[in-house]
Protein backbone atom coordinates (compact mmCIF):
# COMPACT_ATOMS: atom_id res chain seq x y z
CA UNK A 1 0.00 0.00 0.00
CA UNK A 2 1.30 3.34 -1.18
CA UNK A 3 1.40 6.38 1.64
CA UNK A 4 -0.51 8.69 0.27
CA UNK A 5 -0.19 12.53 1.25
CA UNK A 6 -3.44 14.76 2.30
CA UNK A 7 -3.64 16.41 -1.41
CA UNK A 8 -3.91 13.15 -2.93
CA UNK A 9 -7.11 11.69 -0.98
CA UNK A 10 -9.20 11.78 -4.57
CA UNK A 11 -6.69 9.49 -5.48
CA UNK A 12 -6.52 7.25 -2.33
CA UNK A 13 -10.55 7.08 -2.64
CA UNK A 14 -10.56 5.57 -6.08
CA UNK A 15 -7.72 2.89 -4.74
CA UNK A 16 -9.71 1.85 -1.76
CA UNK A 17 -12.77 1.30 -4.07
CA UNK A 18 -10.45 -0.71 -6.35
CA UNK A 19 -8.95 -2.62 -3.25
CA UNK A 20 -12.77 -3.48 -2.35
CA UNK A 21 -13.28 -5.02 -6.00
CA UNK A 22 -10.99 -6.62 -6.02
CA UNK A 23 -11.64 -8.31 -2.57
CA UNK A 24 -14.60 -9.77 -4.18
CA UNK A 25 -12.37 -12.13 -6.06
CA UNK A 26 -15.22 -11.91 -8.45
CA UNK A 27 -14.03 -12.82 -12.10
CA UNK A 28 -17.00 -11.82 -14.10
CA UNK A 29 -16.45 -9.07 -16.70
CA UNK A 30 -19.08 -6.32 -14.97
CA UNK A 31 -16.23 -6.35 -12.37
CA UNK A 32 -12.90 -6.20 -14.53
CA UNK A 33 -14.33 -3.57 -16.59
CA UNK A 34 -14.82 -1.71 -13.76
CA UNK A 35 -11.76 -2.12 -12.43
CA UNK A 36 -9.99 -0.99 -15.52
CA UNK A 37 -12.43 2.38 -15.39
CA UNK A 38 -11.15 3.27 -12.35
CA UNK A 39 -7.49 2.33 -13.06
CA UNK A 40 -7.95 4.71 -16.24
CA UNK A 41 -9.76 7.11 -13.10
CA UNK A 42 -6.59 6.82 -10.88
CA UNK A 43 -4.51 8.22 -13.84
CA UNK A 44 -5.92 10.44 -15.12
CA UNK A 45 -6.79 12.05 -11.66
CA UNK A 46 -2.93 11.44 -10.69
CA UNK A 47 -1.46 13.19 -13.49
CA UNK A 48 -4.22 15.71 -13.27
CA UNK A 49 -2.84 16.82 -9.74
CA UNK A 50 0.70 16.21 -10.26
CA UNK A 51 0.92 18.55 -13.34
CA UNK A 52 -0.42 21.54 -10.94
CA UNK A 53 1.34 20.89 -7.67
CA UNK A 54 1.60 24.38 -5.46
CA UNK A 55 5.25 24.62 -4.46
CA UNK A 56 4.14 23.39 -0.72
CA UNK A 57 2.57 20.98 -2.48
CA UNK A 58 6.14 19.88 -3.44
CA UNK A 59 7.33 20.31 -0.02
CA UNK A 60 5.23 17.50 0.73
CA UNK A 61 6.35 15.29 -1.92
CA UNK A 62 10.10 15.74 -1.81
CA UNK A 63 10.07 14.38 1.80
CA UNK A 64 7.63 11.30 1.01
CA UNK A 65 8.86 8.55 2.60
CA UNK A 66 9.10 6.28 0.17
CA UNK A 67 11.65 8.80 -2.04
CA UNK A 68 14.76 7.04 -3.74
CA UNK A 69 17.16 6.93 -1.20
CA UNK A 70 21.16 7.05 -1.41
CA UNK A 71 21.53 3.36 -1.01
CA UNK A 72 18.79 2.86 -3.96
CA UNK A 73 20.33 5.60 -6.11
CA UNK A 74 23.57 3.56 -5.90
CA UNK A 75 22.79 0.76 -6.35
CA UNK A 76 20.46 1.31 -9.30
CA UNK A 77 22.64 4.01 -10.91
CA UNK A 78 25.89 2.30 -10.86
CA UNK A 79 27.23 -0.88 -11.66
CA UNK A 80 29.47 -1.23 -8.53
CA UNK A 81 30.07 0.22 -5.68
CA UNK A 82 32.68 -0.14 -2.67
CA UNK A 83 31.28 2.57 0.55
CA UNK A 84 34.07 4.22 2.69
CA UNK A 85 33.07 5.35 5.69
CA UNK A 86 34.53 7.38 8.78
CA UNK A 87 35.89 11.49 8.89
CA UNK A 88 39.27 10.16 11.00
CA UNK A 89 39.13 12.57 13.50
CA UNK A 90 35.55 11.54 15.38
CA UNK A 91 33.11 9.09 14.66
CA UNK A 92 30.97 8.08 10.94
CA UNK A 93 28.06 9.97 10.21
CA UNK A 94 25.30 7.34 8.45
CA UNK A 95 23.38 10.73 7.51
CA UNK A 96 25.79 10.87 4.96
CA UNK A 97 27.24 8.48 3.07
CA UNK A 98 30.08 8.36 0.32
CA UNK A 99 31.26 5.54 -1.82
CA UNK A 100 33.33 4.81 -5.10
CA UNK A 101 31.26 3.69 -7.84
CA UNK A 102 31.27 2.72 -11.41
CA UNK A 103 29.12 2.49 -14.43
CA UNK A 104 30.55 0.54 -16.73
CA UNK A 105 34.30 1.77 -17.08
CA UNK A 106 33.52 5.23 -15.99
CA UNK A 107 34.54 5.56 -12.10
CA UNK A 108 33.16 8.17 -9.60
CA UNK A 109 33.12 8.81 -6.18
CA UNK A 110 29.35 9.54 -4.77
CA UNK A 111 28.24 11.21 -1.72
CA UNK A 112 25.03 11.91 -0.38
CA UNK A 113 22.35 12.29 2.80
CA UNK A 114 20.36 9.21 3.83
CA UNK A 115 17.51 10.44 5.70
CA UNK A 116 16.80 6.77 6.30
CA UNK A 117 14.19 4.00 4.79
CA UNK A 118 12.82 2.61 8.21
CA UNK A 119 12.15 4.17 11.54
CA UNK A 120 15.18 2.97 12.97
CA UNK A 121 17.79 4.04 9.88
CA UNK A 122 15.63 7.35 10.13
CA UNK A 123 16.61 7.50 14.19
CA UNK A 124 20.19 6.48 13.52
CA UNK A 125 20.60 8.94 10.84
CA UNK A 126 19.69 11.37 12.48
CA UNK A 127 16.58 12.46 9.70
CA UNK A 128 19.10 13.13 7.29
CA UNK A 129 20.42 16.34 9.19
CA UNK A 130 24.26 15.46 9.62
CA UNK A 131 26.76 16.98 12.02
CA UNK A 132 29.93 18.26 11.70
CA UNK A 133 31.72 14.21 11.38
CA UNK A 134 29.56 14.03 8.51
CA UNK A 135 30.94 17.05 6.34
CA UNK A 136 34.08 16.15 7.62
CA UNK A 137 33.64 12.80 5.87
CA UNK A 138 32.63 14.67 2.61
CA UNK A 139 35.86 17.17 2.98
CA UNK A 140 37.89 14.14 3.21
CA UNK A 141 36.24 12.27 0.26
CA UNK A 142 36.72 15.75 -1.46
CA UNK A 143 40.16 14.98 -1.55
CA UNK A 144 40.22 11.71 -2.61
CA UNK A 145 38.00 12.80 -6.12
CA UNK A 146 40.38 15.36 -6.74
CA UNK A 147 44.04 13.29 -5.85
CA UNK A 148 42.08 10.65 -7.86
CA UNK A 149 40.74 12.55 -10.43
CA UNK A 150 37.64 11.06 -9.80
CA UNK A 151 34.29 12.83 -10.86
CA UNK A 152 32.03 13.60 -7.86
CA UNK A 153 28.15 12.66 -8.10
CA UNK A 154 26.39 14.19 -4.80
CA UNK A 155 23.02 13.53 -4.26
CA UNK A 156 21.37 15.83 -1.85
CA UNK A 157 18.26 15.07 0.55
CA UNK A 158 18.49 16.82 3.66
CA UNK A 159 15.96 18.81 6.10
CA UNK A 160 19.95 20.92 6.84
CA UNK A 161 22.57 20.41 8.98
CA UNK A 162 21.95 19.28 12.45
CA UNK A 163 20.94 22.24 14.92
CA UNK A 164 22.03 20.36 18.65
CA UNK A 165 24.57 21.20 21.50
CA UNK A 166 27.51 18.24 20.31
CA UNK A 167 26.95 19.92 16.74
CA UNK A 168 28.12 23.39 17.99
CA UNK A 169 30.71 22.01 19.74
CA UNK A 170 32.49 20.13 17.63
CA UNK A 171 32.19 22.98 14.89
CA UNK A 172 29.04 23.00 12.79
CA UNK A 173 29.87 26.24 11.37
CA UNK A 174 33.32 25.60 10.43
CA UNK A 175 32.52 22.36 9.05
CA UNK A 176 30.00 23.27 6.49
CA UNK A 177 32.63 26.24 5.65
CA UNK A 178 35.50 24.19 5.38
CA UNK A 179 32.92 22.16 3.46
CA UNK A 180 32.31 24.48 0.66
CA UNK A 181 35.55 25.93 0.45
CA UNK A 182 37.04 22.38 -0.29
CA UNK A 183 34.71 21.61 -2.75
CA UNK A 184 35.40 24.13 -4.48
CA UNK A 185 39.06 23.50 -5.25
CA UNK A 186 38.11 20.05 -6.21
CA UNK A 187 40.19 19.26 -9.36
CA UNK A 188 37.87 17.12 -10.74
CA UNK A 189 34.51 18.02 -12.27
CA UNK A 190 31.36 17.47 -9.67
CA UNK A 191 27.94 17.37 -10.53
CA UNK A 192 25.04 17.57 -7.81
CA UNK A 193 21.45 16.33 -8.19
CA UNK A 194 18.68 17.44 -5.33
CA UNK A 195 16.99 14.14 -5.48
CA UNK A 196 14.82 15.80 -2.28
CA UNK A 197 14.93 17.82 -0.14
CA UNK A 198 17.64 20.83 -0.43
CA UNK A 199 18.04 22.30 2.94
CA UNK A 200 19.80 25.37 3.29
CA UNK A 201 23.62 25.21 4.72
CA UNK A 202 23.64 21.23 5.30
CA UNK A 203 22.68 21.27 0.82
CA UNK A 204 24.92 23.78 -0.15
CA UNK A 205 28.29 22.04 1.39
CA UNK A 206 27.39 19.40 -0.70
CA UNK A 207 26.04 21.23 -3.73
CA UNK A 208 28.87 23.03 -5.37
CA UNK A 209 28.71 21.16 -8.77
CA UNK A 210 30.08 22.10 -11.94
CA UNK A 211 26.34 21.22 -13.21
CA UNK A 212 23.71 21.23 -10.25
CA UNK A 213 20.13 19.50 -11.40
CA UNK A 214 17.24 19.18 -9.57
CA UNK A 215 14.37 16.54 -9.53
CA UNK A 216 11.47 17.88 -11.01
CA UNK A 217 9.54 18.04 -7.53
CA UNK A 218 12.34 18.79 -5.47
CA UNK A 219 13.38 21.74 -3.74
CA UNK A 220 16.10 24.01 -2.30
CA UNK A 221 15.97 26.49 -0.12
CA UNK A 222 17.47 29.19 2.24
CA UNK A 223 15.22 27.52 5.13
CA UNK A 224 12.63 25.35 5.76
CA UNK A 225 8.85 27.07 4.82
CA UNK A 226 8.00 25.90 8.41
CA UNK A 227 11.21 27.79 9.87
CA UNK A 228 10.35 30.82 7.73
CA UNK A 229 6.76 31.10 8.72
CA UNK A 230 7.78 30.82 12.56
CA UNK A 231 9.74 34.21 11.84
CA UNK A 232 8.24 36.08 9.94
CA UNK A 233 4.64 35.31 9.88
CA UNK A 234 5.40 34.25 13.78
CA UNK A 235 3.51 30.92 12.79
CA UNK A 236 3.80 27.99 11.35
CA UNK A 237 0.24 27.92 10.15
CA UNK A 238 1.65 30.13 7.37
CA UNK A 239 3.99 27.62 5.97
CA UNK A 240 2.15 27.54 2.92
CA UNK A 241 2.40 31.21 2.17
CA UNK A 242 6.05 31.35 2.62
CA UNK A 243 6.87 27.94 0.43
CA UNK A 244 5.37 29.81 -2.30
CA UNK A 245 7.51 33.22 -1.71
CA UNK A 246 10.97 31.41 -0.85
CA UNK A 247 10.40 30.45 -4.48
CA UNK A 248 12.12 27.32 -3.46
CA UNK A 249 10.93 24.91 -6.35
CA UNK A 250 12.87 23.42 -8.83
CA UNK A 251 11.33 25.51 -11.40
CA UNK A 252 11.52 28.47 -9.71
CA UNK A 253 15.45 27.92 -9.19
CA UNK A 254 15.94 27.08 -12.81
CA UNK A 255 14.16 30.88 -13.95
CA UNK A 256 16.69 32.25 -11.32
CA UNK A 257 19.28 30.97 -13.36
CA UNK A 258 20.35 29.15 -9.76
CA UNK A 259 20.73 25.23 -11.30
CA UNK A 260 21.57 23.82 -14.92
CA UNK A 261 18.76 21.11 -15.29
CA UNK A 262 15.51 20.14 -14.30
CA UNK A 263 14.70 16.06 -14.42
CA UNK A 264 10.93 14.99 -15.35
CA UNK A 265 10.09 12.66 -12.58
CA UNK A 266 7.90 9.79 -13.49
CA UNK A 267 4.07 10.67 -13.15
CA UNK A 268 3.26 10.72 -9.66
CA UNK A 269 6.79 11.62 -8.64
CA UNK A 270 10.21 9.84 -8.15
CA UNK A 271 8.63 7.55 -5.03
CA UNK A 272 5.88 5.98 -7.86
CA UNK A 273 8.91 4.65 -9.78
CA UNK A 274 12.14 4.71 -8.08
CA UNK A 275 13.15 2.66 -11.22
CA UNK A 276 12.43 4.77 -14.22
CA UNK A 277 13.81 7.62 -11.53
CA UNK A 278 16.97 6.06 -11.03
CA UNK A 279 17.34 5.52 -15.11
CA UNK A 280 16.38 8.80 -15.97
CA UNK A 281 19.42 10.29 -13.62
CA UNK A 282 21.67 7.71 -14.54
CA UNK A 283 21.51 9.37 -18.36
CA UNK A 284 21.54 12.58 -17.34
CA UNK A 285 24.52 11.95 -15.32
CA UNK A 286 26.02 10.06 -18.47
CA UNK A 287 25.24 13.31 -20.80
CA UNK A 288 27.11 15.76 -18.57
CA UNK A 289 30.15 14.08 -17.53
CA UNK A 290 30.86 14.02 -21.04
CA UNK A 291 31.21 17.66 -21.09
CA UNK A 292 34.03 17.56 -18.80
CA UNK A 293 35.99 14.85 -19.81
CA UNK A 294 38.64 17.10 -22.06
CA UNK A 295 38.56 20.05 -19.46
CA UNK A 296 42.06 20.38 -17.23
CA UNK A 297 41.57 20.34 -13.81
CA UNK A 298 42.23 24.48 -13.58
CA UNK A 299 39.87 25.13 -15.91
CA UNK A 300 37.16 23.10 -13.90
CA UNK A 301 38.07 24.74 -11.07
CA UNK A 302 37.32 27.76 -12.95
CA UNK A 303 34.42 26.88 -14.49
CA UNK A 304 32.99 26.44 -10.83
CA UNK A 305 34.20 29.61 -9.66
CA UNK A 306 32.70 31.50 -12.46
CA UNK A 307 30.07 29.98 -12.39
CA UNK A 308 29.02 30.36 -8.90
CA UNK A 309 30.66 34.63 -9.22
CA UNK A 310 27.70 35.01 -11.90
CA UNK A 311 24.41 33.77 -9.93
CA UNK A 312 22.25 36.75 -9.04
CA UNK A 313 24.25 38.48 -11.88
CA UNK A 314 20.80 39.51 -13.93
CA UNK A 315 19.31 41.27 -10.63
CA UNK A 316 22.70 43.25 -10.31
CA UNK A 317 21.85 47.24 -11.49
CA UNK A 318 24.27 48.17 -14.03
CA UNK B 1 -10.78 60.90 22.31
CA UNK B 2 -12.59 64.16 23.39
CA UNK B 3 -13.43 67.43 22.08
CA UNK B 4 -9.93 68.34 24.53
CA UNK B 5 -7.43 66.26 22.93
CA UNK B 6 -8.70 67.13 19.70
CA UNK B 7 -8.95 70.84 19.50
CA UNK B 8 -7.36 72.44 22.73
CA UNK B 9 -4.28 70.33 22.58
CA UNK B 10 -3.40 70.97 18.89
CA UNK B 11 -3.95 74.74 19.24
CA UNK B 12 -2.05 74.70 22.57
CA UNK B 13 0.93 73.02 20.85
CA UNK B 14 0.53 75.50 17.93
CA UNK B 15 1.28 77.97 20.27
CA UNK B 16 4.04 77.21 22.38
CA UNK B 17 5.84 75.33 19.57
CA UNK B 18 6.49 71.36 19.65
CA UNK B 19 8.22 70.63 22.87
CA UNK B 20 12.08 69.22 22.18
CA UNK B 21 11.84 65.90 24.36
CA UNK B 22 16.06 65.43 24.59
CA UNK B 23 17.02 62.34 23.75
CA UNK B 24 17.19 59.94 26.73
CA UNK B 25 19.85 60.44 28.88
CA UNK B 26 19.97 57.05 30.13
CA UNK B 27 20.84 53.66 28.78
CA UNK B 28 20.14 50.64 31.38
CA UNK B 29 22.55 47.45 30.56
CA UNK B 30 20.68 44.52 29.66
CA UNK B 31 23.03 42.33 31.81
CA UNK B 32 23.48 44.06 34.98
CA UNK B 33 20.10 46.33 34.96
CA UNK B 34 22.78 49.02 35.91
CA UNK B 35 21.91 52.59 34.72
CA UNK B 36 24.46 54.46 32.47
CA UNK B 37 24.69 57.83 31.19
CA UNK B 38 24.89 57.49 27.36
CA UNK B 39 27.50 60.01 27.25
CA UNK B 40 29.98 57.63 29.34
CA UNK B 41 28.60 54.50 27.38
CA UNK B 42 29.80 55.74 23.91
CA UNK B 43 33.55 57.30 25.70
CA UNK B 44 33.78 53.75 27.38
CA UNK B 45 33.43 52.14 23.77
CA UNK B 46 29.50 51.67 24.41
CA UNK B 47 30.95 48.69 27.19
CA UNK B 48 29.57 48.61 30.12
CA UNK B 49 31.86 50.17 32.74
CA UNK B 50 30.35 47.46 35.83
CA UNK B 51 29.96 44.34 34.37
CA UNK B 52 32.01 45.07 30.95
CA UNK B 53 28.83 43.96 28.77
CA UNK B 54 29.56 44.63 24.92
CA UNK B 55 26.60 46.65 23.73
CA UNK B 56 26.15 45.96 19.87
CA UNK B 57 27.06 48.66 17.96
CA UNK B 58 26.18 50.05 14.56
CA UNK B 59 28.55 49.35 11.29
CA UNK B 60 29.45 53.15 11.27
CA UNK B 61 30.46 53.58 14.98
CA UNK B 62 32.32 49.96 14.56
CA UNK B 63 34.37 51.91 11.46
CA UNK B 64 35.37 55.14 13.34
CA UNK B 65 36.29 53.02 16.49
CA UNK B 66 38.55 50.91 14.38
CA UNK B 67 39.64 53.76 11.87
CA UNK B 68 39.30 56.55 12.89
CA UNK B 69 38.40 59.55 10.85
CA UNK B 70 40.57 58.79 7.96
CA UNK B 71 39.05 56.69 5.82
CA UNK B 72 37.42 55.72 2.68
CA UNK B 73 34.21 54.22 2.28
CA UNK B 74 34.11 52.55 -0.76
CA UNK B 75 30.94 51.96 -3.32
CA UNK B 76 29.54 48.38 -3.73
CA UNK B 77 27.78 46.94 -6.09
CA UNK B 78 23.73 48.21 -6.31
CA UNK B 79 21.50 44.95 -6.29
CA UNK B 80 17.41 45.44 -8.05
CA UNK B 81 15.35 45.41 -5.20
CA UNK B 82 13.31 42.30 -4.37
CA UNK B 83 14.43 39.93 -6.68
CA UNK B 84 11.96 37.08 -5.61
CA UNK B 85 8.99 39.78 -4.73
CA UNK B 86 8.69 38.61 -0.94
CA UNK B 87 5.61 39.50 1.35
CA UNK B 88 5.29 38.45 4.44
CA UNK B 89 2.97 40.74 6.64
CA UNK B 90 5.07 43.62 4.38
CA UNK B 91 6.89 43.64 1.56
CA UNK B 92 10.04 42.63 1.57
CA UNK B 93 10.72 45.53 -0.92
CA UNK B 94 9.56 48.03 2.07
CA UNK B 95 10.92 46.65 4.70
CA UNK B 96 14.13 47.39 2.76
CA UNK B 97 13.55 51.36 1.83
CA UNK B 98 12.67 51.27 6.08
CA UNK B 99 16.04 50.05 7.36
CA UNK B 100 17.97 52.08 4.68
CA UNK B 101 15.95 55.09 5.55
CA UNK B 102 16.75 53.63 9.98
CA UNK B 103 20.13 53.06 9.20
CA UNK B 104 21.39 55.88 6.52
CA UNK B 105 22.80 52.85 4.87
CA UNK B 106 22.61 51.16 1.54
CA UNK B 107 22.93 47.79 2.53
CA UNK B 108 24.21 45.31 5.76
CA UNK B 109 27.56 45.51 4.84
CA UNK B 110 30.31 48.76 4.71
CA UNK B 111 33.53 48.03 2.77
CA UNK B 112 36.01 51.06 3.61
CA UNK B 113 40.36 51.24 3.24
CA UNK B 114 41.97 53.18 5.62
CA UNK B 115 44.73 52.81 9.05
CA UNK B 116 45.22 51.32 11.97
CA UNK B 117 48.57 52.27 14.06
CA UNK B 118 49.74 53.10 10.49
CA UNK B 119 48.79 50.30 8.63
CA UNK B 120 46.83 50.52 5.70
CA UNK B 121 43.78 47.74 5.69
CA UNK B 122 40.70 46.97 3.86
CA UNK B 123 37.66 46.33 5.84
CA UNK B 124 34.23 44.64 5.98
CA UNK B 125 31.75 45.69 8.61
CA UNK B 126 28.50 44.09 9.02
CA UNK B 127 25.48 45.97 10.60
CA UNK B 128 22.94 44.07 12.90
CA UNK B 129 20.43 46.92 12.89
CA UNK B 130 19.84 46.50 9.45
CA UNK B 131 17.60 43.46 9.11
CA UNK B 132 19.70 41.75 11.79
CA UNK B 133 23.12 41.98 9.93
CA UNK B 134 21.12 39.48 7.18
CA UNK B 135 23.63 38.79 4.24
CA UNK B 136 21.41 39.10 1.00
CA UNK B 137 22.93 39.84 -2.57
CA UNK B 138 24.10 43.38 -1.67
CA UNK B 139 25.78 41.82 1.09
CA UNK B 140 27.45 39.08 -0.41
CA UNK B 141 28.38 41.64 -3.45
CA UNK B 142 30.27 43.89 -0.61
CA UNK B 143 32.14 40.77 0.41
CA UNK B 144 33.52 40.02 -3.01
CA UNK B 145 34.24 43.79 -3.43
CA UNK B 146 36.33 43.81 -0.31
CA UNK B 147 38.02 40.82 -1.09
CA UNK B 148 38.83 42.26 -4.70
CA UNK B 149 39.99 45.86 -3.27
CA UNK B 150 42.23 44.17 -0.89
CA UNK B 151 43.56 41.63 -3.29
CA UNK B 152 44.42 44.66 -5.65
CA UNK B 153 45.78 46.99 -3.48
CA UNK B 154 48.03 44.18 -1.37
CA UNK B 155 46.27 45.20 1.77
CA UNK B 156 45.46 42.98 4.70
CA UNK B 157 41.34 41.62 4.87
CA UNK B 158 39.61 42.32 7.86
CA UNK B 159 35.90 41.17 8.22
CA UNK B 160 33.67 42.21 10.99
CA UNK B 161 30.91 40.17 11.17
CA UNK B 162 27.54 40.56 12.90
CA UNK B 163 24.56 38.50 11.44
CA UNK B 164 21.98 36.16 12.25
CA UNK B 165 22.70 34.62 8.74
CA UNK B 166 20.96 34.89 5.18
CA UNK B 167 18.36 36.91 4.30
CA UNK B 168 15.64 35.06 4.20
CA UNK B 169 13.68 37.45 1.82
CA UNK B 170 15.99 36.79 -0.97
CA UNK B 171 15.64 33.54 -0.54
CA UNK B 172 18.14 30.65 -2.65
CA UNK B 173 20.12 33.80 -3.68
CA UNK B 174 21.19 35.03 -0.40
CA UNK B 175 21.52 31.20 0.49
CA UNK B 176 24.02 31.58 -2.91
CA UNK B 177 26.31 33.97 -1.19
CA UNK B 178 27.72 31.32 0.81
CA UNK B 179 29.85 30.21 -1.89
CA UNK B 180 30.20 33.07 -3.41
CA UNK B 181 31.58 34.86 -0.07
CA UNK B 182 33.79 31.79 0.04
CA UNK B 183 35.41 31.89 -3.39
CA UNK B 184 35.82 35.91 -2.53
CA UNK B 185 37.92 35.06 0.99
CA UNK B 186 39.58 32.08 -0.64
CA UNK B 187 41.36 34.26 -3.32
CA UNK B 188 42.95 36.13 -0.47
CA UNK B 189 44.34 32.39 0.01
CA UNK B 190 46.52 32.28 -2.94
CA UNK B 191 48.72 35.47 -2.03
CA UNK B 192 50.03 35.94 1.24
CA UNK B 193 47.51 38.63 2.46
CA UNK B 194 46.40 37.75 5.75
CA UNK B 195 42.25 37.78 6.58
CA UNK B 196 41.62 38.50 9.84
CA UNK B 197 38.05 36.86 10.68
CA UNK B 198 36.33 39.16 13.73
CA UNK B 199 33.65 37.72 15.16
CA UNK B 200 31.35 39.75 17.06
CA UNK B 201 27.60 40.09 18.73
CA UNK B 202 25.66 37.48 16.74
CA UNK B 203 27.78 35.76 14.14
CA UNK B 204 25.23 32.72 13.01
CA UNK B 205 23.72 31.11 10.40
CA UNK B 206 25.02 31.47 6.73
CA UNK B 207 27.67 33.84 7.68
CA UNK B 208 29.62 31.61 10.38
CA UNK B 209 28.99 28.82 8.22
CA UNK B 210 30.63 30.75 5.56
CA UNK B 211 33.77 32.90 4.64
CA UNK B 212 33.64 34.34 8.65
CA UNK B 213 34.60 30.95 10.12
CA UNK B 214 37.51 30.72 6.78
CA UNK B 215 39.52 33.33 8.63
CA UNK B 216 43.58 32.78 8.44
CA UNK B 217 42.89 34.42 12.21
CA UNK B 218 39.48 34.13 14.10
CA UNK B 219 38.99 36.76 17.05
CA UNK B 220 35.97 36.87 18.91
CA UNK B 221 35.03 40.17 20.84
CA UNK B 222 34.26 39.16 23.99
CA UNK B 223 30.63 38.30 25.46
CA UNK B 224 29.21 37.51 21.75
CA UNK B 225 26.96 35.06 20.45
CA UNK B 226 28.41 32.61 17.62
CA UNK B 227 26.94 29.25 16.19
CA UNK B 228 25.64 28.11 13.70
CA UNK B 229 22.05 27.17 14.71
CA UNK B 230 20.06 29.60 17.07
CA UNK B 231 19.71 28.69 20.70
CA UNK B 232 16.04 28.59 20.40
CA UNK B 233 16.30 26.00 17.30
CA UNK B 234 18.77 23.78 19.12
CA UNK B 235 16.31 24.30 22.58
CA UNK B 236 12.74 23.20 20.71
CA UNK B 237 15.32 20.62 18.89
CA UNK B 238 16.77 18.38 21.89
CA UNK B 239 13.92 19.62 24.60
CA UNK B 240 16.45 20.22 27.22
CA UNK B 241 18.71 22.99 28.96
CA UNK B 242 21.64 24.67 27.16
CA UNK B 243 25.17 24.53 29.11
CA UNK B 244 25.80 27.31 30.78
CA UNK B 245 27.51 30.19 28.45
CA UNK B 246 26.53 28.03 25.47
CA UNK B 247 27.93 29.54 21.88
CA UNK B 248 29.51 32.14 23.60
CA UNK B 249 33.04 33.51 22.55
CA UNK B 250 34.80 32.50 25.97
CA UNK B 251 32.62 29.59 25.49
CA UNK B 252 34.15 28.34 21.90
CA UNK B 253 37.81 28.77 22.75
CA UNK B 254 37.69 26.28 25.15
CA UNK B 255 36.14 23.70 22.18
CA UNK B 256 39.27 24.80 20.01
CA UNK B 257 36.80 26.52 17.58
CA UNK B 258 38.66 30.84 17.46
CA UNK B 259 41.67 32.16 18.08
CA UNK B 260 41.52 34.67 20.65
CA UNK B 261 38.86 36.37 22.43
CA UNK B 262 39.24 40.11 22.59
CA UNK B 263 37.44 43.12 24.80
CA UNK B 264 36.85 45.62 22.15
CA UNK B 265 38.88 48.70 23.62
CA UNK B 266 41.93 46.45 23.05
CA UNK B 267 40.86 45.10 19.61
CA UNK B 268 42.18 47.60 17.77
CA UNK B 269 46.00 47.10 19.07
CA UNK B 270 45.25 43.04 18.68
CA UNK B 271 44.36 43.96 15.46
CA UNK B 272 47.36 45.59 14.57
CA UNK B 273 49.67 43.61 16.14
CA UNK B 274 48.95 40.49 14.58
CA UNK B 275 49.00 42.01 10.77
CA UNK B 276 52.39 42.84 11.95
CA UNK B 277 53.17 39.41 13.05
CA UNK B 278 51.69 38.10 9.12
CA UNK B 279 53.40 41.18 7.37
Not at chain 1, 101 to 129: H, P
Not at chain 2, 123 to 146: K, L, Q, R, Y
Amino acid sequence: MQNFLDFEKPLLDIQSKMEELRHLKDNSENIANELSNLQEKFDKKLSEIYKELTPFQKVKVCRHQDRPKFDDLVSKIFDKSEYLSGDRLFADDTSLKGCLAKIGNKKFLVIGNDKGKDIDSRVKNNFGMAKPEGYRKAQRLFNIASKFNLPIVTFIDTPGAFPGVEAEDRGQSEAIATSIKKSLMVRSPIFSFVVGEGGSGGAVAMGMGNKVVMLEHSIYSVISPEGCASILWRSINHSEKAAENLKLTAQDLLDLEVIDEIIKEPIGGAHRNVNETCDLIKDCLERITEEFENMTPEEIILHREKKYLEIGNKFMEN
Amino acid sequence: MNWITNFVRPKLQAFVGKKEVPDNLWETCPKCSQMLLKRELENNSFVCKHCDHHFRISAKQRLSFFLGNNFMVMDTPKVKADPLKFKDNKKYSDRLKEAQKKNSTYDSVIVASGTIEKKKVTVAIFDFNFMGGSMGMAAGEAIVTACNYARNNNLPLIIFSSSGGARMQEGILSLMQMPRTVIAVNSLSKTNLPFISVLTDPTTGGVSASFAMLGDIIIAEKDATIGFAGSRVIEETIKEKLPQNFQKSEYLIEKGMIDIVVHRKELNKKISDIIEFLT
